[in-house]
């Protein structure tokens, strides 16, 4: 089944102690792409990137890094939470970057920093 | 800058009835496509539908149909025969091709089908 997958599903942490959100595609898909989601401000983009070893920031980059060393896997690096990190975040990937690509979605990874 | 407004913060609907979800746009690309998600209580991102630019011809999933008028950049959800598991919210997006393909997002139209 084509899919996106991430884990974990729920992380409840502490601040200061650095964690990884995996992101999976298994459709061989070139983009993928971070969001964070919050109550009042929607959607937004953490980091993206185009292809293997190549990521580019997205509109909220702060306290985070990516990496893509394979074509499957990107993921979301917090070396450092803090609690304004505390959000609903969304891997998603595509074929391709642009205006005639569909995006899909992981299942999200609810997480909470204490 | 490009922008996806949704004007309808909440709907509600009852159950095998027919509903409409508003959606304006504004972009400078030539050709490009918008997306409907729907995002359930489980919080999971859902593609609905997707409509490209260039067809006159509106999409179609099932029950879900989308009213793409170009001229007037709306695009909107038409969902037919409304069942229980249609309730969530619902958004419209549009990708920005010279940002890496960001999906800008409306602000979401919660949509309560009611038995």
């Known amino acids: 089944e084509a899919q996106v997958t991430q884990n974990p599903r729920y992380l409840i942490t502490v601040t200061g102690k650095k964690l990884t959100v995996t992101c999976s595609q298994n459709m061989n898909h070139e983009y993928m792409s971070w969001y964070r989601q919050d109550p009042g401000l929607g959607l937004r983009q953490i980091y993206y990137s185009m292809n293997v070893e190549v990521t580019d920031k997205g509109d909220v980059p702060e306290g985070y890094k990516v990496s893509r060393k394979e074509k499957r896997n990107f993921p979301l690096i917090l070396e450092s939470p803090s609690p304004n990190q505390t959000s609903l975040y969304f891997c998603a990937s595509s074929p391709f970057a642009g205006s005639t690509d569909t995006q899909y979605f992981g299942p999200g990874t609810r997480l909470t920093v204490l | 800058a490009q922008t996806v407004t949704q004007s309808q913060p909440e709907m509600s609907v009852q159950e095998a009835e027919t509903v409409t979800l508003s959606c304006t746009y504004d972009?400078?690309?030539?050709?490009?496509?918008l997306f409907w998600y729907k995002q359930p209580p489980s919080r999971q991102m859902i593609l609905v539908i997707r409509?490209?630019?260039?067809?006159?011809q509106n999409a179609t999933e099932n029950r879900f149909s989308v009213n793409f008028q170009k001229a007037a950049k709306s695009f909107s959800l038409k969902i037919s025969d409304s069942q229980l598991g249609d309730t969530a919210m619902y958004f419209c997006?549009?990708?920005?091709?010279?940002?890496?393909?960001?999906?800008?997002f409306g602000q979401g139209t919660e949509l309560s089908v009611k038995p």
């Open positions: 997006a549009s990708p920005i091709y010279n940002q890496g393909g960001k999906l800008i």
């Open positions: 972009t400078s690309e030539s050709n490009y496509y």
């Open positions: 409509q490209e630019a260039y067809k006159q």
